[in-house]
């Protein structure tokens, strides 16, 4: 599988945005779904948001919901997770992933099975 590689992460100030990034190694890499997913210290991993190749569908965690867009470049075979109005709360660390066409909901981890390495997006008070 092509490796994942999450940028873009970083320090910031409640209220600002950052605009996080997942590169695939690999230009022929062909995925049906991506998602970002986050996992704040002493949490479990939780979903943010899902995009859906076929027809770019996406679908957001209600925390997510009016302040993150998920979106691809296609020419850079990039997904981007732009991050705005960030609350505390967003702190954690962020991670990328794809899947191949799946029954499973695209919400769940279980539908991915290409991870990246993460990166750390800490929202100061």
């Known amino acids: 599988q092509a490796r994942l590689v999450e940028s873009g992460g970083g320090l910031v100030q409640a209220g600002g945005s950052l605009r996080l990034s997942c590169t695939a190694s690999?230009?022929?890499?062909?995925?049906?779904?991506v998602g970002w997913f986050r996992q704040a210290p002493g949490k479990e991993r939780e979903f943010v948001a899902t995009l859906r190749i076929s027809d770019r569908a996406t679908a957001y965690a209600d925390s997510a919901k009016g302040r993150f867009t998920i979106s691809k470049d296609d020419a850079e075979n990039t997904i981007y997770l732009h991050m705005t109005r960030l609350l505390p709360e967003d702190t954690a660390i962020y991670y990328c992933?794809?899947?191949?066409?799946?029954?499973?909901?695209?919400?769940?981890?279980?539908?991915?099975?290409?991870w990246g390495q993460g990166t750390q997006v800490t929202v100061s008070s």
């Open positions: 690999s230009r022929t890499f062909r995925f049906a779904v």
């Open positions: 992933a794809s899947g191949l066409q799946s029954s499973i909901s695209p919400r769940s981890a279980r539908a991915y099975s290409n």
